[in-house]
């Protein structure tokens, strides 16, 4: 709960239209400032569209500390409930039984919202505090909801963007009285209980974890890695192998202390292993990732209900991942060809054989 009226404080569109006004507010100014006009008219504008974004910002900022404030409280309510009662509010709100922003749960009615005043914004209200839900009865527009509470207690408002009708507000009643009569003391949990259902908890965020793949994002970069470390290896073996080659370089070029020579064998094992290593890879990485990919996706391609992340992260890795074996093919498929890795392999071949 707590986490969905933080993303509802911190997520808003306030937010974003104070960033739109300054936006809006810097291009006018560079407009202005290309403009042939007088500099006492461009200031004007410019300092009317200052004070406008000014005093968005400010409001924003009061409705944000003033939603900060009812957030806390909702907390503090929140920890001085026992942790049975906290664990039923959590576990009630997750199912999401909602009308606009009211969350009905077994205990209580919680309604999320940050309009600024005593009797708006977020709140946590008991069934049995419930006296009555209506129409505000002094508001012309069939906006905002009256919760009438017990006496010696306020009622609470709650606004309603696009209107709401006379059968929505019975509809909200009548869910509040049976909810209502439903209530039934709860009995504690075990410690064997919690442990299980925390158990539980952990294995089913394991399992989405690994329903969306992040897995294959690992393997992928892996395989990146290893294909570019396997080109240096090739082509440092080469450059050994063409530094101890004699050349027709005056003797002042040449490297303190000589150019070391290579017996045939070491020639052999400079060309031959790096280069097998390199087709090996070429042709084990992509059957192994499509693979992988083929069995993984199996069953998964469409979406189920309750998993619209877990599918979208699926379809960005095999995606991901069929790119990541093009690479490998196209990249090394050239590669090989432009130094002609086949001859430095079957080169290697006949040194180390001693043909």
Known sequence: MLKAAYQKLFLNKTWPAVAGGAAITLFMYVYLTSLNIDEETRNLVIYTF?????????LALYQTAWGLWRVLSL?????RMPDLVRDRLEYDFQAGDQIGDLYFTSSH??????RPGRQWGTVCIPYEEIR?????????????????????????????????????VREIDGKITVL???????????TEQRKAEKQEDKRIERRKIMDTGIFFAVA???????????????????KKVRS??????????????GVA?????????????????FYLFMAAAPVLLLGGLIRFMRGRMRQRDGEALEWKSRIRMAFFTVMVVLFILFVGSVYAADVDLWGRLTEGVRLLTGN
């Not at 992928?220 to 080469?238: P, T």
Request: a neutral charge.
């Open 50 to 58: 200052l004070g406008m974004n000014g005093l968005c910002f400010l």
């Open 75 to 79: 907390r503090a309510y929140l920890n």
């Open 109 to 114: 009615l919680l309604a999320l919202q940050l």
């Open 132 to 168: 009555q839900v209506r129409l505000k009865p002094d508001m012309p527009n069939p906006v905002c909801l009256e919760i009438c509470r017990t006496e010696n207690r306020p009622s609470h408002y709650v606004f309603f963007q696009n209107g709401i009708s006379a059968d929505r």
């Open 180 to 190: 209502k009569s439903r209530a039934e003391p709860l009995t504690p949990k075990t």
């Open 220 to 238: 992928d970069f892996a395989a990146i890695l290893i294909f570019c470390s396997l080109i240096l290896l090739a082509e440092n073996g080469w």
């Open 244 to 257: 101890a080659q004699p050349s027709n370089r005056p003797a002042w070029l040449e490297p303190p202390g």
């Open 261 to 277: 020579a290579l017996s045939a064998a070491e020639t052999g094992h400079l060309l031959f292993w790096p280069s097998l290593l």
